[in-house]
Nanobody, 118 residues
Framework: VQLQASGGGLVQAGGSLRLSCVAS????????MAWFRQAPGKEREFAAR????????LYADSVKGRFTISRDNAENTVYLQMNSLKPEDTAVYYC????????????WGQGTLVTVSS
């Protein structure tokens, strides 16, 4: 599976952005897709995930109520709608895929930078 993330950019605090992640290759083997983020000088952290077939979602407390993860199976794409953005959301956002039966994420996209100005 290859992952291609896009949609990052510069936005003012309170604004919105939508990130996209297109999966290609062995997409039939994907069980879960997720978004992680890494702020400058910090470790990468989990933001949200969605199961590929059932659409079950999970969010980090820091983004719950502001971010929404969704998927379009026909387009092999996962989205992250980010609303009410804060300067602390500034980070490189990575999409990741996990295969069925795996405990860790196996495939990672290249990352897309989100910068939120105050």
């Amino acid at each position: 599976v290859q992952l291609q993330a896009s949609g990052g950019g510069l936005v003012q605090a309170g604004g919105s952005l939508r990130l996209s992640c297109v999966a290609s290759g062995r997409t039939f083997s994907i069980h879960t897709m997720a978004w992680f983020r890494q702020a400058p000088g910090k470790e990468r952290e989990f933001a949200a995930r969605i199961t590929w077939r059932g659409g079950s979602t999970l969010y980090a407390d820091s983004v719950k109520g502001r971010f929404t993860i969704s998927r379009d199976n026909a387009e092999n794409t996962v989205y992250l709608q980010m609303n009410s953005l804060k300067p602390e959301d500034t980070a490189v956002y990575y999409c990741a895929a996990k295969y069925l039966g795996r405990s860790s994420y196996d495939k990672w996209g290249q990352g897309t930078l989100v910068t939120v100005s105050s």
